[in-house]
Protein backbone atom coordinates (compact mmCIF):
# COMPACT_ATOMS: atom_id res chain seq x y z
CA UNK A 1 0.00 0.00 0.00
CA UNK A 2 1.41 3.47 -1.16
CA UNK A 3 1.12 6.52 1.21
CA UNK A 4 -0.97 8.16 -0.97
CA UNK A 5 -3.44 5.11 -0.93
CA UNK A 6 -3.06 4.84 2.86
CA UNK A 7 -4.53 8.59 2.84
CA UNK A 8 -7.55 7.27 0.74
CA UNK A 9 -7.85 4.90 2.98
CA UNK A 10 -7.86 6.49 6.27
CA UNK A 11 -10.34 8.92 4.87
CA UNK A 12 -12.76 6.71 3.26
CA UNK A 13 -13.06 5.29 7.50
CA UNK A 14 -13.58 8.63 9.31
CA UNK A 15 -9.64 9.05 10.84
CA UNK A 16 -8.75 12.25 8.25
CA UNK A 17 -11.49 14.83 7.80
CA UNK A 18 -10.23 17.53 5.13
CA UNK A 19 -6.61 18.30 5.69
CA UNK A 20 -6.58 17.53 9.37
CA UNK A 21 -4.03 14.62 8.69
CA UNK A 22 -0.74 13.77 7.24
CA UNK A 23 0.66 10.50 5.94
CA UNK A 24 3.95 9.15 5.19
CA UNK A 25 6.18 6.41 4.34
CA UNK A 26 9.99 6.05 4.27
CA UNK A 27 12.03 5.93 1.04
CA UNK A 28 15.29 5.74 -0.11
CA UNK A 29 15.70 9.24 -0.82
CA UNK A 30 14.00 9.81 2.78
CA UNK A 31 10.15 9.94 3.04
CA UNK A 32 7.48 10.55 0.85
CA UNK A 33 4.76 12.45 2.47
CA UNK A 34 0.91 13.85 1.67
CA UNK A 35 1.03 17.78 0.69
CA UNK A 36 1.12 20.73 2.63
CA UNK A 37 -3.25 21.64 2.86
CA UNK A 38 -4.15 18.48 0.82
CA UNK A 39 -7.23 16.17 1.08
CA UNK A 40 -8.26 12.79 0.62
CA UNK A 41 -9.51 12.73 -2.80
CA UNK A 42 -7.92 15.48 -4.17
CA UNK A 43 -4.55 14.93 -4.18
CA UNK A 44 -2.62 12.69 -7.28
CA UNK A 45 0.77 10.62 -7.01
CA UNK A 46 2.69 14.03 -8.50
CA UNK A 47 1.60 16.24 -5.52
CA UNK A 48 3.00 13.84 -3.07
CA UNK A 49 6.21 15.41 -1.37
CA UNK A 50 9.18 13.80 -1.47
CA UNK A 51 12.07 15.04 1.17
CA UNK A 52 14.91 13.95 2.77
CA UNK A 53 14.85 13.48 6.49
CA UNK A 54 16.96 16.94 6.78
CA UNK A 55 14.19 18.60 5.09
CA UNK A 56 15.42 18.91 1.43
CA UNK A 57 12.62 18.90 -0.90
CA UNK A 58 13.26 16.92 -3.60
CA UNK A 59 10.51 17.37 -5.95
CA UNK A 60 8.65 20.52 -6.78
CA UNK A 61 5.55 19.57 -4.04
CA UNK A 62 5.12 21.46 -1.00
CA UNK A 63 5.61 18.91 2.24
CA UNK A 64 2.82 18.39 5.08
CA UNK A 65 3.40 21.24 7.73
CA UNK A 66 4.58 18.49 10.04
CA UNK A 67 7.03 16.57 7.77
CA UNK A 68 9.65 17.92 10.62
CA UNK A 69 7.72 15.86 13.24
CA UNK A 70 7.88 12.52 10.08
CA UNK A 71 11.73 12.65 9.97
CA UNK A 72 11.95 12.80 13.21
CA UNK A 73 10.29 9.73 13.87
CA UNK A 74 12.14 7.80 10.73
CA UNK A 75 15.57 9.34 12.42
CA UNK A 76 14.96 7.92 16.01
CA UNK A 77 12.91 4.68 15.21
CA UNK A 78 14.73 2.31 12.08
CA UNK A 79 11.77 0.10 12.79
CA UNK A 80 9.57 2.97 11.40
CA UNK A 81 8.48 2.74 7.74
CA UNK A 82 5.71 4.78 7.92
CA UNK A 83 3.50 7.19 9.89
CA UNK A 84 0.26 8.65 10.57
CA UNK A 85 -1.10 11.65 12.19
CA UNK A 86 -4.58 12.14 12.02
CA UNK A 87 -7.33 14.52 14.39
CA UNK A 88 -9.32 11.58 14.73
CA UNK A 89 -12.63 12.21 16.82
CA UNK A 90 -11.60 9.93 19.82
CA UNK A 91 -7.96 10.08 19.91
CA UNK A 92 -8.44 14.38 19.61
CA UNK A 93 -11.04 14.26 22.42
CA UNK A 94 -8.94 12.54 24.65
CA UNK A 95 -6.38 14.23 23.84
CA UNK A 96 -7.69 17.44 24.80
CA UNK A 97 -8.06 16.40 28.10
CA UNK A 98 -4.20 16.73 27.93
CA UNK A 99 -4.83 12.75 29.42
CA UNK A 100 -2.58 9.49 28.53
CA UNK A 101 -4.98 6.85 27.69
CA UNK A 102 -4.21 4.19 30.27
CA UNK A 103 -4.27 0.31 31.09
CA UNK A 104 -7.95 0.47 31.09
CA UNK A 105 -7.89 -2.42 28.46
CA UNK A 106 -5.08 -5.29 28.29
CA UNK A 107 -5.21 -4.04 24.05
CA UNK A 108 -3.22 -0.72 25.06
CA UNK A 109 0.21 -2.93 25.38
CA UNK A 110 -0.31 -3.46 21.60
CA UNK A 111 1.37 0.01 21.86
CA UNK A 112 4.53 -0.94 23.32
CA UNK A 113 3.63 -0.52 27.43
CA UNK A 114 0.79 0.01 29.51
CA UNK A 115 0.17 3.48 28.65
CA UNK A 116 -0.25 6.01 25.18
CA UNK A 117 1.30 8.98 26.18
CA UNK A 118 -0.48 12.05 25.80
CA UNK A 119 2.74 15.08 24.72
CA UNK A 120 2.09 18.52 26.01
CA UNK A 121 0.45 21.32 23.36
CA UNK A 122 3.18 22.76 21.35
CA UNK A 123 2.08 24.51 18.32
CA UNK A 124 1.93 22.71 15.26
CA UNK A 125 4.38 22.40 12.44
CA UNK A 126 6.98 23.04 14.46
CA UNK A 127 10.28 21.81 15.88
CA UNK A 128 9.38 21.45 19.46
CA UNK A 129 6.27 19.54 18.23
CA UNK A 130 8.30 17.06 16.54
CA UNK A 131 10.32 16.85 20.05
CA UNK A 132 7.49 16.73 22.41
CA UNK A 133 6.24 13.78 20.46
CA UNK A 134 9.17 11.79 20.11
CA UNK A 135 9.16 11.91 24.04
CA UNK A 136 5.82 10.75 23.86
CA UNK A 137 6.65 8.06 21.91
CA UNK A 138 9.83 6.61 23.83
CA UNK A 139 9.10 3.01 24.03
CA UNK A 140 5.79 3.73 22.11
CA UNK A 141 4.49 2.76 18.37
CA UNK A 142 1.74 5.50 19.41
CA UNK A 143 0.82 8.66 21.29
CA UNK A 144 -1.70 11.51 21.52
CA UNK A 145 -0.75 15.20 21.44
CA UNK A 146 -2.58 17.61 23.33
CA UNK A 147 -5.34 19.32 22.11
CA UNK A 148 -4.07 18.41 18.39
CA UNK A 149 -4.91 14.57 17.70
CA UNK A 150 -2.99 11.45 17.37
CA UNK A 151 0.23 9.61 15.71
CA UNK A 152 1.35 6.32 15.48
CA UNK A 153 3.86 4.35 13.44
CA UNK A 154 4.82 1.10 12.06
CA UNK A 155 6.64 -1.31 10.11
CA UNK A 156 4.66 -0.84 6.76
CA UNK A 157 1.34 1.32 5.50
CA UNK A 158 -0.31 -2.08 6.49
CA UNK A 159 0.50 -2.41 10.28
CA UNK A 160 0.14 1.35 11.10
CA UNK A 161 -3.03 1.70 9.50
CA UNK A 162 -3.87 -1.29 11.87
CA UNK A 163 -2.91 0.37 14.82
CA UNK A 164 -4.26 3.86 13.97
CA UNK A 165 -7.67 2.44 14.05
CA UNK A 166 -7.03 0.35 17.42
CA UNK A 167 -5.84 3.25 19.27
CA UNK A 168 -9.05 5.07 17.73
CA UNK A 169 -11.16 2.07 19.39
CA UNK A 170 -9.83 2.09 22.53
CA UNK A 171 -9.76 6.19 22.84
CA UNK A 172 -14.08 6.01 22.34
CA UNK A 173 -13.74 2.71 24.20
CA UNK A 174 -12.25 4.63 27.38
CA UNK A 175 -14.38 7.52 26.35
CA UNK A 176 -17.35 5.62 26.84
CA UNK A 177 -16.54 4.09 29.86
CA UNK A 178 -15.53 7.27 31.38
CA UNK A 179 -18.91 8.82 30.53
CA UNK A 180 -20.51 5.69 32.57
CA UNK A 181 -18.35 5.65 35.38
CA UNK A 182 -14.95 4.97 36.35
CA UNK A 183 -13.13 2.57 34.60
CA UNK A 184 -10.89 0.14 36.54
CA UNK A 185 -7.27 0.22 35.25
CA UNK A 186 -4.88 -3.09 35.21
CA UNK A 187 -2.59 -3.52 37.72
CA UNK A 188 1.53 -3.82 36.53
CA UNK A 189 1.45 -7.83 37.37
CA UNK A 190 -2.00 -7.89 35.19
CA UNK A 191 -0.31 -5.76 32.21
CA UNK A 192 2.86 -7.52 33.00
CA UNK A 193 0.70 -10.95 31.84
CA UNK A 194 -0.54 -9.41 28.66
CA UNK A 195 2.85 -8.46 27.74
CA UNK A 196 3.59 -11.78 27.91
CA UNK A 197 0.36 -13.66 26.34
CA UNK A 198 1.26 -10.92 23.20
CA UNK A 199 4.75 -12.04 22.20
CA UNK A 200 2.82 -15.45 21.34
CA UNK A 201 -0.10 -13.70 19.79
CA UNK A 202 -0.42 -14.00 16.16
CA UNK A 203 0.48 -15.82 12.88
CA UNK A 204 3.90 -14.58 13.41
CA UNK A 205 3.88 -14.47 17.29
CA UNK A 206 5.41 -10.76 16.81
CA UNK A 207 6.68 -8.53 19.94
CA UNK A 208 4.52 -5.75 20.40
CA UNK A 209 6.67 -3.07 19.67
CA UNK A 210 7.91 -5.00 16.35
Known amino acids: ???????NRLSDIGLIAGSS???STRSKHGMTITPSG???GGVSHRDMAKVSLDGTRLNKATPSSEWDMHAAIYRAFPEAGCVVHTH????TALACLNEDLPPFHYMVVQFGGPNVRCAPYVT??????????LEA??????????NHGMLVYGRDPDQTLSRAILLESLCRQ?????????PKLLSDAEIAVAVERFKTYGPRAERTKS
Open 38 to 40: GSP
Open 137 to 146: LRERTACLLA
Open 174 to 182: YLLARAAGT
Open 124 to 133: FGTSALADAA
Open 88 to 91: ADAC
Open 21 to 23: GNV
Open 1 to 7: MSALRLY
